[in-house]
């Protein structure tokens, strides 16, 4: 239900919502947890603590994503998400918050381990990262790299002790 506290629609028509999405949440029996958008920068809104008011008898899980995350500084996003933490206080375990970010991609794997959980599914396998091997001292990761940019040094040296100098001031010429 994106939106549903922003849409533009008459007062009726978003109560006439209103009276569908409570008993919705209510009496869903395979409903595993309800996920909860929010925009960080406006949390816990009324409907917003409606809508958990509506589902938290249930006794299923809610996971509040705090969205837009990106927007925020550190700062405001540790104090969202401890506002939010502290407003849902009283849920217990029953109730889960995280920052997230569709923009920066933060959040997600989270996300997904949430949901998953609540589904027994496992979490996505994630590929291994190897560890880079350490060298050995003088030891150099591309050696022919290495060697070519030697000798080009070693020409760039050879060249200027080559070229005559210029006789600086108060020496004599001979």
């Known amino acids: 239900m994106p939106g549903y506290g922003y849409a533009k629609a008459p007062d009726e028509v978003r109560d006439a919502w209103e009276g569908l ?13 309800v996920v909860l958008i929010m925009d960080s920068r406006h949390p816990l809104t009324e409907l917003d603590v409606q809508l958990i008011e509506w589902f938290a008898p249930t006794e299923k899980p809610i996971h ?16 969202a998400l401890k506002d939010v933490r502290e407003g849902v206080s009283a849920l217990g375990e029953q109730c889960s918050v995280q920052l997230f970010s569709s923009l920066k991609k933060t959040g997600i794997e989270v996300a997904e381990a949430v949901i998953g959980k609540w589904l027994d ?7 291994e990262v190897t560890a880079k091997r ?8 591309n050696p022919e790299l290495a ?28």
């Open 21 to 33: 999405i409570g008993p919705y949440l209510e009496g869903r029996s395979p409903l595993k947890g």
């Open 64 to 79: 509040i994503l705090l969205t837009k995350a990106d927007k925020l500084t550190r700062l405001q996003q540790a104090q």
């Open 121 to 127: 599914i496992a979490p996505p396998s994630r590929p």
């Open 134 to 141: 350490q060298l050995a001292p003088g030891e150099k990761r």
């Open 147 to 174: 060697a070519r940019l030697a000798a080009r040094k070693t020409e760039k040296q050879a060249k200027r002790n080559t070229q005559k100098k210029a006789p600086g001031k108060g020496e004599a010429e001979g």
